[in-house]
């Protein structure tokens, strides 16, 4: 049983003492572990910044869940996720009191009750009463009265006909009714309006992409896999990289070549901004390849396998040891330290390629991190931006001239692209700044040049921005 169908009286067979029946009326709450499930994660997520897509699968293993089950969590919580700033707003008007005035552990019920309402198939009357059900059995009687108020109120109207009361009108402010409608914050849409160039029918594009479920994308390590390997267990082919293929259903984890370490999940785009960085033509060596911020090893792993067919050699690095010890699972030959690309632990000039793939806010993995969206803040652009601007001078500094860097964010935002790349090369100097479409030849839509930008509404990827500079002499 999934939950969506639950019957409401389905736990008075077991209630009362032995020997009575429970009085009309009263009925044992029923206890439905998706939904429950579903609520752990997002207690976790703002209780403890629990990371949804990492947390949920050690949930649903624990808890047993599988198939619909799994399916039916998976999708309330992330749902749940994406959708509430958009929910808060139709709660605010169903409630006596705003959101930042009810009890977090209450606000969350509440929460996954309007996702059920809104945006799932689930019956009316069984989303009202399982989340009654729900915030009686993890908040309290008086909590589940609230909520039974609450989405009563919110029952009376479809999604669309909330969004014309709730949502700012778009003559009046296109920002607001954009950030409402499609429940990003307003910083957040603000940017990505600006980094589409301001086209509002696009903004609006990006920001529905952003709420769609994102498709399962595979890659088979060169040399240790193959793209025909991951087809014959149900994959098919990718649309741009020659190492990828989609899944359109199932756990990657029952694919013989992931289970034994020989592919891997890895976005396209996240592929497609490594391989470009191999493309590039050198004069002179091309024995040595650095990648500076390289965990949890995604990059690494491909650059690794290919540096070991054209007998290279890649160095790769990280900060945290953690995330270091990632990279070292992910690779076979490359060489793993721990060290801050900051203040370089390799001598400067000693690569002929480098790939820094900077910390960033990570506006571009939306779809997969749902919650990321209300756990930044805007404060940390300026803050990321400077640590940005040393990691790339950084790299340029460790590539030997005519030597190549890619300088990769997984945000579009243009505080954390071309505004760090221009700048660097401004200050720095010695850095020619190359044309990144002309070694993405099978990708198109990727902007104006000289560099790339990959987008879900255009490519089905994440918002992965590529930079090429080759350092001059």
């Not at 919580?77 to 139709?90: H, K, N, S």
């Not at 571009?364 to 919650?371: F, I």
Request: charged letters at 25%; a neutral charge.
């Amino acid at each position: 049983m999934t939950g969506d169908d639950a019957a409401p009286g389905r736990g008075a067979a077991r209630g009362g003492r032995r020997g009575q029946s429970r009085p009309a009326g009263k009925r044992r709450p029923v206890r439905d572990e998706p939904r429950n499930t579903a609520y752990d994660l997002l207690r976790a997520v703002d209780e403890r910044d629990a990371y949804a897509n990492l947390l949920m699968p050690t949930l649903l293993r624990e808890r047993g869940l599988a198939g619909r089950d799994a399916a039916l969590a998976t999708e309330l919580a992330y749902g749940t996720l994406r959708g509430l700033g958009t929910y808060d707003e139709i709660i605010a008007v169903c409630s006596d009191r705003p959101p930042e005035r009810i009890d977090p552990p209450l606000l969350d019920a509440i929460r996954l009750g309007v996702h059920q309402l809104l945006r799932t198939r689930v019956p009316s009357h069984a989303a009202v009463s399982a989340t009654v059900d729900l915030a009686r059995l993890r908040v309290g009687v008086g909590a589940s009265k609230f909520a039974n108020a609450v989405l009563r109120k919110v029952a009376t109207r479809d999604y669309d006909r909330w969004l014309a009361i709730v949502a700012p009108d778009p003559a009046q402010d296109l920002i607001g009714h954009l950030a409402v409608a499609h429940s990003h914050p307003r910083w957040i849409t603000s940017a990505l309006r600006d980094a589409v160039g301001g086209d509002p029918e696009e903004t609006a594009a990006l920001l529905a992409a952003d709420n769609e479920r994102p498709g399962v994308t595979l890659i088979a390590w060169p040399g240790r896999s193959t793209v025909g390997e991951l087809v014959e267990a149900g994959a098919v082919p990718a649309r741009y990289s020659p190492y990828a293929a989609y899944l359109p259903e199932g756990d990657p984890g029952a694919v013989p070549a992931v289970a034994e370490g020989r592919a891997a999940v890895q976005d396209e785009a996240s592929q497609l901004v490594a391989l470009a960085l191999t493309r590039v033509p050198l004069e002179g060596d091309d024995r040595l390849w650095l990648d500076m911020c390289a965990g949890p090893g995604g990059k690494a792993g491909l650059l690794d396998a290919l540096a070991l067919q054209e007998d290279r050699h890649l160095l790769a690095s990280d900060q945290r040891f953690h995330r270091a010890r990632l990279v070292w699972r992910a690779t076979r030959t490359a060489g793993v330290i721990t060290a801050d690309g900051t203040t370089p632990a390799w001598r400067a000039g000693a690569f002929d390629r480098v790939l820094v793939d900077a910390p960033c806010t990570g506006l571009g993995a939306l779809r997969r991190r749902p919650e990321a969206r209300w756990r930044r803040d805007p404060a940390s652009v300026p803050e990321l931006g400077d640590l940005q601007r040393r990691l790339l001078g950084s790299a340029l500094s460790s590539a030997r001239p005519g030597g190549v860097v890619a300088y990769v964010t997984c945000s579009p935002h243009l505080a954390e692209t071309r505004a760090v790349v221009e700048d660097v090369v401004r200050r720095r100097g010695g850095a020619e700044v190359l044309d990144a479409r002309a070694f993405l030849d099978e990708v198109d839509g990727l902007g104006e040049g000289p560099y790339a930008q990959f987008w879900p509404h255009r490519h089905g990827t994440d918002a992965m921005f590529l930079a090429l500079l080759r350092r001059t002499p």
